[in-house]
């Protein structure tokens, strides 16, 4: 049996947590809430490939994907940071939905779960 590996424990949540080869990582959020749909988008993916590396696996090993949008009209913005990021042939199942986020400054979230 594998052991939990919890990352960057909080009192109300972890950032990543490992069991049983599978890395979940948390919601992760724009650094600069200023910026537009593509750059936070952008953000996030480079918060999930840090917390990927910490994991010992990486983007080509992501097996589900969940993208929290505030609003309809970023999705073309979101999905162009999406394409530069993803690699080709290697494309996790992925939901987008449209979504109040905790705080109105945020326009994405994104949610990863992966092989490690």
């Avoid at 505030?70 to 162009?80: H, K, L, P, V, Y």
């Amino acid at each position: 049996m594998s052991e939990l590996q919890r990352f960057d424990v909080g009192a109300r949540l972890s950032e990543m947590a490992v069991y049983n080869g599978v890395a979940y990582l948390a919601g992760q959020v724009p650094e600069d809430p200023k910026a537009d749909i593509t750059a936070q988008t952008a953000q996030c993916l480079a918060a999930i490939d840090k917390l990927l590396e910490r994991a010992g696996t990486d983007k080509t090993r992501l097996l589900m994907v969940q993208i929290f949008l505030a609003d309809r009209a970023d999705f073309a913005g979101m999905n162009a940071a999406w394409d530069a990021w993803v690699p080709a042939g290697h494309t996790p199942p992925r939901a987008t939905v449209i979504a109040g986020l905790a705080r109105p400054e945020w326009k994405v979230e994104i949610v990863v779960t992966a092989a490690v």
